[in-house]
């Protein structure tokens, strides 16, 4: 795997990838104030090695990526999709195969609709449309306590939802190396502060490439109808229920979520050379 520094849209963003970069590409998105360690190096290497090229980078404000001053975020959700698109102009990849969990569900639509020659498939990962009558989050708010790593561990204990899955060790571990690395661990939340403006070229109905949708029956921040809501609304997309997981994706599931991820980008390889 190789990490390196690019230089998008004014910004620096922390990139790293994992297998051949002649193979199709697979850009994974995280969401609000996660880092790309939080799509673990391992699910990581376990998909590359399905023949995938495998991207995974801190957003803005997370990880080693470019800092604002905190509650003051100088971007919006439309220019973190444009940081995608400048990724893959960075790497010379022509089309890719997005794959975009919980907030970043949001810079998915954009990118289908808004960018789409240069998405192969797209792949939602616990998120909603955010449409009218979808059930609330059962989660309750949790106080920050001033200990990062801490409120990290507690935030993922209560989104997992019971989940038999949910690991505190390897959890708390994961949050002190996100915290040791990041520029400044508490500008993540700044992702809640940034402006939201809607795709300009249309909704989930507009979208024209192939849609999978991912979800945890467990998950209490979304609960499952919000992924049946987002399968409903894209034309022909497909809807994989993950028994036992919250809003996380544990590795006890890896197993399933890669073969269902390389089967939906294995009808159509994203090209490089734009």
């Known amino acids: 795997m190789t990490e390196t520094m690019l230089h998008v ?57 470019t800092a604002y001053p905190p509650g003051r975020p100088g971007y919006s959700n439309g220019d973190l999709a444009r940081d995608a698109v400048g990724i893959l102009d960075a790497l010379d990849i022509q089309q890719a195969h997005v794959v975009c969990r919980s907030m970043s569900g949001g810079l998915g ?51 997992a939802g019971g989940s038999p899955y949910f690991d505190e060790a390897a959890t708390r ?13 508490t500008t993540a939340a700044n992702h809640y502060a940034m402006r939201f403006d809607p795709p300009v070229n249309g ?5 024209k490439v192939p849609a999978l949708v991912v979800h945890g029956d467990l998950d209490p921040l979304l609960p499952l109808p919000h992924g049946q809501a987002v399968r409903d609304a894209i034309p022909g997309a497909r809807l994989v229920v993950l028994p036992g997981a919250g809003h996380d994706l544990p590795p006890q599931l890896w197993d399933t979520f890669t073969t269902e991820l390389l089967r939906h980008t294995g009808n159509r390889p994203a090209a490089t050379g734009v």
Do not use: K
Request: with cysteine.
């Open 9 to 65: 849209n004014g910004v620096e963003l922390c990139v790293e990838t994992f297998g051949d970069p002649a193979g199709p590409a697979v850009l994974l998105i995280d969401g609000a104030a996660a880092s790309m360690l939080w799509w673990d190096a391992g699910l990581c290497r376990q998909i590359a090695a399905g023949g995938r090229f495998v991207i995974r980078y801190d957003q803005r404000d997370t990880g080693r990526s």
């Open 109 to 159: 639509l954009i990118l289908g609709v808004d960018h789409p020659a240069r998405v192969a498939t797209l792949t939602f990962v616990s998120t909603s449309t955010g449409g009218d009558g979808l059930p609330p989050s059962t989660v309750e708010h949790l106080e920050p306590t001033g200990d990062a790593v801490a409120d990290t561990v507690a935030a993922v204990r209560a989104y």
């Open 203 to 207: 909704d989930f109905a507009d979208l």
């Open 173 to 185: 571990d994961l949050a002190q190396r996100d915290a040791d690395r990041a520029r400044d661990i």
